[in-house]
């Protein structure tokens, strides 16, 4: 496991130009060893930008991106060192697909970094399970697959890296519901199974409160709340402020207690929900 952190970061666009445009403004924040964190925001809230700094795909503009304590920046030259320990997956990757297998395409990253065939053969067979990925498909073209098929073999080829930080960004984007699920969960197995940090982008709500540790809430290029799950939620009237709310689920429950039904707190998912309703009609 790996500590990532940032401190004080800002990030500018077309700095020094008419089109300047500041995307993160003196963002700092800490991220929890062996968590899935969530970031959430709306739209130009600075949270894709973030995302691409973690792993030095962007420099800050000012402010250091830590890992395990030491800037990822104090030497450039082996800043590919570190996207091998903080992976990226960035939206849509299945566009990125490029190797005539799946097989290969997944293997790619491990064979980059010097390891064993039998190695690279366990690795490509680990991740591949841990998004759901039949077998079967390991051999066919990446054009013989659907979108959400494609999407899954994307993740894993960084999943069989192993990195000790696992960044996506929006992985559930534009999948049906299924689709979003078998890929988050598989995303959360993989942290708990491997002991890696896990950091989401999503816009949804919901799957912040499925599959979330703790919360990073995004405003206009600044850290508008920051906690766990229970403590981010609770500030329900922040959240609506930056246009955000609570999840459906919870809403319903704050409903229902309007209407006189004795409901415990904390409901932020439908499993909750269902524990909470169940003794009521028995």
Same mark, same amino acid.
């Given at each position: 496991m790996a500590t990532l952190s940032l401190e004080n970061v800002s990030y500018v666009y077309g700095q020094r130009t008419? $089109? &300047? @445009?500041k995307a993160l403004d003196n #963002?700092?924040?800490s991220v929890r060893e062996g968590t899935v964190t969530g970031i959430i925001g709306h739209t130009g809230s600075g949270k894709s930008t973030l995302v691409q700094l973690l792993n030095g795909l962007e420099k800050p503009t000012s402010g250091k991106v830590m890992l395990d304590g030491v800037d990822i920046w104090e030497?450039?030259?082996?800043?590919?060192? @570190?996207r091998f320990r903080v992976g990226l997956v960035m939206q849509y990757p299945e566009y990125q697909? $490029?190797?005539e297998t @799946?097989? +290969?395409d997944i293997a790619f990253g491990p064979r980059n970094m010097g390891l064993s065939k039998e190695e690279i053969d366990h690795r490509v067979s680990e991740a591949a399970g841990f998004v759901?990925?039949?077998?079967?498909?390991l051999d066919k073209s990446p054009f013989d697959l659907s979108g959400g098929q494609k999407r899954r073999a994307a993740i894993a080829g960084v999943m069989a890296m192993r990195p000790e930080v696992l960044v996506l960004d929006e992985p559930a984007a534009g999948l049906d519901p299924r689709g979003r699920d078998t890929i988050l969960k598989g #995303?959360?197995?993989?942290?708990r199974e491997t002991g890696s940090t896990v950091i989401i982008v999503s816009h949804s709500m919901e799957d912040m409160a499925t599959y979330c540790d703790d919360i990073i809430v995004m405003a206009k290029g600044r850290v508008c709340l920051s906690g766990t799950r229970d403590e981010v939620f609770a500030n329900a009237k922040t959240l609506t402020e930056v246009g955000l709310g609570v999840p459906q689920i919870t809403q319903l429950a704050l409903l229902l207690e309007e209407r006189g039904v004795a409901l415990p707190g904390g409901i932020y998912t #439908? &499993? +909750? +929900?269902v524990a909470a309703l169940k003794p009521l009609f028995q």
């Open positions: 008419p $089109f &300047e @445009i #963002v700092s924040l030497k450039p030259r082996e800043i590919g060192k @570190i697909l $490029f190797e @799946i097989r +290969a759901g990925l039949d077998p079967l498909l #995303v959360r197995t993989y942290g #439908v &499993e +909750a +929900a």
